[in-house]
């Protein structure tokens, strides 16, 4: 079976999006390794329905207008880092965790570099947001987009922040 794929612009560069028929599979960078996200067969359609969604949330996203997707997802991994990835999506929005809490969530406190790897595999890049770990000293760590980028994505929360939130800014 194929998997469907669109290329979209964005402020961090064009995305390569890939679904299949049950969900989002993929969001890709353009400077991808080919052997972190290992994947079927693509097609590209620019009509897909799961890709048209993914493309139009992430655009909100990008805008500051959306700070949760609600696509359907199709994650493709193993069940250690299904487990993972379902944490990273429990990250809120403009915050940030380190890989040894996120061990130390899944009840596993020697589990950080587990945790990192599968991390580094997540395929679903923004929408599952691995970008909001970081390292134990409040660093910036590996990232597939570059660490950049993942600098970008988290200013982008900040700022949005504020705007999505009641308070006042001190």
Same mark, same amino acid.
């Given at each position: 079976m194929s998997l469907a794929s669109k290329t979209m612009e964005s402020p961090v560069g064009k995305l390569k999006l $890939? =679904? @299949?028929?049950?969900?989002?599979?993929?969001? &890709?960078? /353009?400077?991808?390794? *080919?052997? #972190?996200?290992?994947?079927?067969?693509?097609?590209?359609?620019? +009509?897909?329905p799961v890709l048209l969604k993914a493309e139009r949330q992430l655009g909100e996203y990008f805008a500051g207008k959306r700070k949760e997707f609600s696509i359907p997802l199709d994650m493709r991994g193993t069940p250690?880092?299904?487990?993972?990835?379902?944490? &990273?999506l429990a990250i809120p929005f403009g915050e940030t #965790?380190?890989?040894? /809490?996120?061990?130390? +969530? &899944?009840?596993? *406190?020697? =589990?950080?570099?587990? $945790?990192?790897?599968?991390?580094?595999?997540? *395929?679903? @890049?923004?929408?599952?947001?691995?970008?909001?770990?970081?390292? @134990?000293s409040g660093k910036l760590t590996g990232f597939g987009g570059g660490l950049?980028?993942? =600098? +970008?994505?988290? @200013?982008?929360? +900040?700022?949005?922040?504020?705007l999505f939130s009641h308070e006042t800014p001190k």
């Open positions: $890939v =679904a @299949s028929d049950k969900g989002l599979v993929a969001v &890709l960078w /353009q400077n991808d390794r *080919p052997t #972190r996200v290992r994947l079927a067969e693509l097609a590209e359609d620019d +009509q897909h250690f880092q299904k487990t993972v990835w379902e944490a &990273l #965790r380190s890989y040894g /809490q996120l061990a130390n +969530q &899944l009840g596993n *406190p020697n =589990a950080t570099r587990a $945790v990192g790897a599968a991390n580094g595999r997540n *395929p679903l @890049s923004i929408i599952v947001p691995c970008h909001r770990v970081i390292g @134990s950049e980028t993942k =600098a +970008q994505l988290l @200013s982008l929360e +900040q700022k949005d922040r504020t």
